[in-house]
């Protein structure tokens, strides 16, 4: 229920009368607060301590003759008599709101199909990784060695600020779909992430050396009847980029409520599902980024956001014309900001839906 507040003297109705009738739909209060929605004043160009209190809050601020129109009209049920709904117009305009005061930098990750195989230090999707002599490879707790799935160099990278500039990050994972949706959360098992400050390709195993010690790439598990994402190895190209929100994150909601506030909108109680539903079928999800393979940035889920309220994103890999995580999944990656800054990459959160 949204909040009002009442300044001034009301034309031909006592501030009790009134009170009475704003009751029914709105939660009156007697003094101007950083939560408050709307101020109702006789002149909303006077210069009373209410109305400069409100306009320094962003408080939406209407005339006694505006707010009793809207107590009286019906505009909050739409012709089926349902809640009330934005506009199609109105709707268009909060989103690209969104847009234009929330977007981040992101770094979007082009594949290309590797002609041959690609050096161990090499940024890839697949293929063998920069493993060196004497360190334990990455096994789940049965002993089963991981499969590479990304390797990014970041001496490839665009700079993002608080992520690296160089050294190696690498994922690993089980060459078996039935765990990949148990890769959810913060143990790695059947997942692991290695980051490398320092890299030196003198020093990188063989893949003679690799395979003796049971290492398989992407495509030699995929020939071996096993599961992954994809059966090639591909190179990687990196481009900075703008990223912008979607429906999918779990603050959403309070995005669609701020922006239409700002704009003047009502702020209805779920504020994304008052997007007309023609809106949502023909135009509003094409005003997202399309689902892309980044670094940074938002990220998409197939299901749900499970981040944490301060977590960014280290990694998505997205089901594409070769990539494939079950029907249409997505897989990503989060670490807090602090332990990015730290390059402490023990504590990421996983998930992998479809």
């Known amino acids: ?14 501030r009790a009368e009134l009170t009475e009738m704003a009751e029914e739909k709105f939660e009156v209060k007697t003094s101007v607060t950083k939560d408050l929605d709307i101020l109702v004043c006789a002149d909303p160009s006077a210069g009373s301590s209410k ?9 939406r601020i209407i005339s006694y003759e505006d707010f009793l129109e809207m107590l009286e009209s019906d505009d909050d049920e739409d012709e089926d008599g349902e809640d009330g709904m934005y506009s199609e117009e109105q709707a268009m305009e909060i989103i690209w709101r969104i847009n234009d005061t929330m977007e981040k930098e992101a770094i979007r990750i082009k594949t290309h199909e590797a002609e041959s195989p690609l050096s161990m230090t090499a940024s890839k999707f697949g293929g063998l990784p920069y493993w060196t002599a004497g360190e334990e490879y990455p096994k789940d ?6 499969t590479l799935l990304a390797q990014i160099n970041f001496s490839d990278v665009p700079h993002l600020p608080d992520y690296p500039e160089k050294g190696l990050l690498q994922f690993f994972i089980l060459a078996d ?3 990949w949706l148990d890769m959810e959360g913060t143990t790695q098992n059947y997942w692991r992430v290695v980051w490398r400050e320092d890299v030196d390709e003198s020093l990188a195993l063989s893949a003679d050396a690799l395979h003796e010690m049971g290492v398989q790439s992407a495509a030699e598990v ?3 009847g ?3 994402p994809f059966s090639e190895e591909f190179s990687l190209s990196f481009e900075k980029s703008l990223s912008h929100p979607n429906y999918m994150l779990w603050d959403y909601d309070e995005m669609v409520k701020r922006a239409a506030k700002e704009l003047g909108y009502p702020v209805h109680e779920d504020a994304s599902e008052a ?6 079928d023909d135009h509003m999800f094409d005003m997202f980024d399309a689902e892309q393979h980044q670094i940074g940035g938002y990220p998409n889920f197939s299901v749900y956001d499970i981040r944490n309220e301060d977590e960014v994103l280290l990694l ?3 089901s594409d014309e070769d990539i494939a995580w079950g029907d249409s999944g997505i897989a990503n990656f989060f670490i807090k900001p602090e332990d990015l800054k730290k390059r402490d990459f023990s504590n990421i959160l996983c998930t992998c839906s479809y």
């Open 316 to 318: 998505q890999i997205v």
């Open 51 to 59: 109305l400069e209190k409100a306009k320094k809050n962003g408080t």
């Open 275 to 280: 997007f007309p539903e023609d809106f949502r």
């Open 222 to 224: 995929v020939d071996d």
């Open 226 to 228: 096993r599961d992954f």
């Open 177 to 179: 779909s039935s765990v």
């Open 1 to 14: 229920m949204e909040s009002v507040c009442f300044t001034g003297a009301c034309p031909d109705m006592t």
């Open 141 to 146: 707790d049965d002993g089963n060695e991981l």
